[in-house]
């Protein structure tokens, strides 16, 4: 069956510091994958989505990036983060060219800026 | 872009009675609508999803309708327990370039009191 990690769980970290959250997925090839933030008691906002090795869009202009260095590894990074960076950070995949597919999520990082 | 607006944003009702949540959407190309329930500090987690060729599909106690005409679809829970208490996003979804891309609605904190 297929599994999608994330980690770290929580990360507390100073405003303008540098920050790499990782996304993997196991038992299945060629995912489309997607990052989502959420702020507290809000909905789900996508930031980015990727339908292959190296193939990144961009849904809202931030200073956040991301990358897919393998077909299974998902990794969102910021250079110089900012208090309003604080949230949520779900990764999540689907199956790749069946039109419109179920997305599952994993269990997410809880970002805290100080 | 796709609009995806949801109501009510919270929902109280005693244990054993129906709750209803109400979802539009904008862009008349969406052809999936997932709904996802969020418990507190947790990942979202599909409860029902359905495609635009349905106009209502159910799973025991779940159900959701939808009018493309009108661009609306509605979360149907029956004869509802304290476990159902949670947050519960819908989405709205068209296939592109082989990934598919999910706008979330604003959320509805369901709780079921004793």
């Known amino acids: 069956s297929q599994t999608i990690h994330q980690w770290p769980a929580t990360l507390v970290q100073p405003v303008g510091s540098p920050l790499s959250l990782e996304c993997t997925v196991e038992g299945t090839s060629n995912p489309n994958l997607y990052w989502y933030r959420q702020a507290a008691g809000r909905g789900l906002q996508l930031l980015f989505y990727?339908?292959?090795?190296?193939?990144i869009s961009s849904e809202v202009p931030q200073n956040l990036s991301a990358s897919r260095p393998q077909d299974r590894q998902f990794i969102l990074s910021s250079k110089k983060l900012l208090l309003s960076d604080s949230g949520f950070y779900l990764c999540?995949?689907?199956?790749?060219?069946?039109?419109?597919?179920?997305?599952?999520f994993g269990d997410g990082t809880r970002l805290s800026i100080l | 872009g796709e609009n995806v607006e949801q109501h009510p944003s919270t929902l109280s009702v005693q244990e054993g009675d129906s709750a209803v949540i109400k979802c539009t959407y904008s862009?008349?190309?969406?052809?999936?609508f997932p709904w996802y329930k969020q418990e507190l500090g947790k990942r979202p987690q599909l409860i029902i999803d359905?495609?635009?060729?349905?106009g209502e599909k159910k799973d025991q106690r779940i159900a959701v309708t939808l009018n493309k005409t009108a661009k609306h679809f509605s979360l149907h829970i029956t004869e509802t327990q304290p476990e159902d208490s949670a947050v519960y996003f819908c989405?709205?979804?068209?296939?592109?370039?082989?990934?598919?891309?999910?706008?979330f609605g604003t959320g509805t904190q369901l709780k079921v009191e004793l």
């Open positions: 999540a995949w689907s199956v790749r060219g069946a039109g419109t597919s179920t997305q599952h």
């Open positions: 359905i495609r635009s060729n349905v």
């Open positions: 989405a709205a979804s068209r296939p592109t370039g082989g990934g598919n891309k999910l706008t």
């Open positions: 862009d008349s190309a969406s052809n999936y």
């Open positions: 990727s339908v292959g090795i190296g193939q």
